[in-house]
């Protein structure tokens, strides 16, 4: 654990409850096991780095959280509600507005500005008012370094740009934790440092986070918990430093050689 995790812990009584909790979680493809009995948690204000090599079913289980993915067995909680229970379209959307998720492809509305693009959820979903959800907007742009790009439209905007107004777009749904799908690999290399450093900075704010990356500088510098996954399981769960420095599965250390070497 690093310093900056350390300074972040939460108070302990605030990780009784987990944020996420997965149990005997099963999906299937078809014939394909896509997800196989997975059990595992993310604390409240922990940051998880899901890692393994394309097709362990990494994006497959992340999704699965905001019920972008149906599960064939199992439960999955989120901050104590069964995600996957039977439940309306308004229900559902209403628990999704409370899981802030930032996709590898930016998804930004490319004819609304980037500041309206920031403000539409809120007003919409949540009824915020909106000189109340500009104010909100340009906080955020402020946060992630694009105060001066509200009014752009994203084909004006580098994909560096794109990816912080999406996180600032989850962010201003003022959700209990973020998701992170791949948010760097659609990326040129010169604009992934600028969006894992806002990534950086809401992990040193307490931000719960799970995050699904093949950046392992950011696991090993940010993470509280990385999870290795191949084959639609989790076969390792370790601290960042017992992950990169001696990692027990086979599998593992076959993965972290392979990286190397290249």
């Known amino acids: 654990m690093t310093p900056d995790t350390a300074q972040r812990r939460p108070p302990a009584?605030?990780?009784?409850?987990?944020?996420?909790?997965?149990?005997n979680i099963n999906k299937w493809y078809g014939d394909y096991q896509a997800l196989t009995n997975v059990n595992a948690e993310v604390k409240r204000g922990e940051v998880v780095v899901v890692c393994g090599p394309s097709g362990s079913g990494k994006s497959t289980l992340i999704r699965t959280v905001n019920r972008l993915e149906e599960i064939k067995s199992g439960q999955l909680l989120f901050d104590g509600h069964d995600i996957h229970a039977p439940m309306g379209s308004a229900a559902l959307n209403k628990l999704r507005s409370r899981i802030g998720f930032v996709f590898q492809s930016f998804n930004l509305f490319p004819h609304l500005s980037v500041l309206e693009n920031i403000m539409l959820s809120p007003t919409r979903v949540l009824g915020v008012k909106r000189a109340v959800a500009r104010d909100?907007?340009?906080q955020l742009l402020e946060r992630v370094g694009l105060a001066n790009k509200a009014g752009a439209y994203p084909a004006q905007l580098s994909g560096g740009q794109q990816q912080r107004v999406a996180i600032a777009?989850?962010?201003?749904?003022e959700p209990p934790a973020m998701l992170f799908d791949e948010p760097t690999s659609a990326l040129d290399p010169e604009m992934v440092g600028e969006v894992l450093s806002v990534m950086r900075s809401?992990?040193?704010?307490?931000?719960?986070?799970?995050?699904?990356?093949h950046e392992m500088n950011f696991a090993r510098e940010v993470a509280d918990r990385?999870?290795?996954m191949d084959a639609g399981q989790i076969l390792e769960k370790a601290d960042p430093e017992a992950f990169f420095c001696n990692p027990q599965h086979p599998r593992a250390k076959r993965f972290l050689s392979d990286l190397r070497a290249h």
């Open 169 to 173: 777009r989850a962010l201003a749904m």
């Open 13 to 23: 009584a605030a990780e009784d409850t987990p944020m996420i909790l997965f149990s």
């Open 136 to 138: 909100k907007a340009m």
């Open 226 to 228: 990385v999870w290795f």
């Open 202 to 213: 809401l992990a040193n704010e307490g931000m719960t986070m799970m995050c699904v990356t």
